[in-house]
């Protein structure tokens, strides 16, 4: 099994920067295609970004396209997203996730594709 622990949360204004963390307990480069979910109170949990379990590839929600970036380091097995331009709509618990699934949009953006899952990360965006 592979342990997930997402950190660097927090309180932001709008426009401002955080760059989150997901630590895994285990190698996942080669093995698990990593992403990045986030879920407001009372809304569905949403796919914000993926990376193949390369590091080749990256897939992004509309949303976020532009202004988040995700990336890797393996040597870490740390997988990394990086937040720009935040607004107050970006304002969710952020959650980390992994599983051996297949390259393909229809499948990286369903919660349900991933078997790993960390406890979650705060982000706050105030106006």
């Not at 304002?91 to 051996?100: L, Q």
């Amino acid at each position: 099994q592979v342990q997930l622990v997402e950190s660097g949360g927090g309180l932001v204004q709008a426009g401002g920067s955080l760059r989150l963390s997901c630590a895994a307990s285990t190698r996942t480069s080669g093995t698990a295609t990593m992403g990045w979910f986030r879920q407001a109170p009372g809304k569905e949990r949403d796919f914000v970004a993926a990376i193949s379990r390369s590091g080749l590839s990256t897939y992004y929600a509309d949303s976020v396209k532009g202004r988040f970036t995700i990336a890797r380091d393996n040597a870490k097995n740390t997988v990394y997203l990086q937040m720009n331009s935040l607004k107050p709509e970006d304002t969710a618990v952020y959650y980390c996730a992994a599983g051996p699934l297949r390259w393909s949009t229809t499948i990286m953006v369903a919660p349900t594709s991933y078997d790993y899952w960390g406890q979650g990360t705060q982000v706050t965006v105030s106006s």
